[in-house]
């Protein structure tokens, strides 16, 4: 976990009681809220609260796919989905990052093939999240 973090990130921690106005600035409403950031500022991702090395790693990686997409950047997008999906199949992150998969790569080609099959995916291994719901639309 040390060189993902090490390799894509550069953690910086603020302390809630030592910098109260840090954590007010960041709009951080409970602990840890981890905010994935470009170097101008602009926010990409957050989460908040503690979680398991496993589903921690799944949300980091889906975070760098979400920054790429919103960079345009969709085929780096579509790699970062999909390695969430394969490395952490069991974490809540994975049927999101299948659905964002699906996006990426439609944003990519201009065809709607993938949003089918990320819908057909997401229909067969996660029934019953919100993101087979959201891909629904995609299958009819």
């Known amino acids: 976990m040390q060189n993902f973090i090490a390799q894509n990130f550069i953690p910086v921690k603020i302390h809630i009681k030592e910098k109260p106005q840090d954590f007010q ?19 990409r991702f957050r989460f908040s609260g503690f979680l398991p090395a496993d589903d921690f790693l799944a949300e980091l990686q889906l975070g760098l796919g ?55 995916e997401l229909r067969k291994k996660y029934p019953v999240s919100e993101w087979a719901k959201k891909s629904s639309v995609w299958l009819n």
């Open 25 to 43: 600035r960041f709009k951080a409403e409970w602990t840890p809220t981890l905010i994935l950031a470009e170097p101008d500022g602009t926010e």
């Open 66 to 120: 979400k920054a790429a997409f919103s960079r345009g950047q969709f085929e780096e997008a579509k790699r970062d989905f999909d390695a969430v999906a394969k490395d952490h199949p069991q974490s809540d992150a994975a049927p999101e990052a299948i659905y964002w998969a699906g996006v990426s790569a439609y944003k990519q080609s201009g065809k709607p093939d993938p949003l089918k099959q990320a819908g057909e």
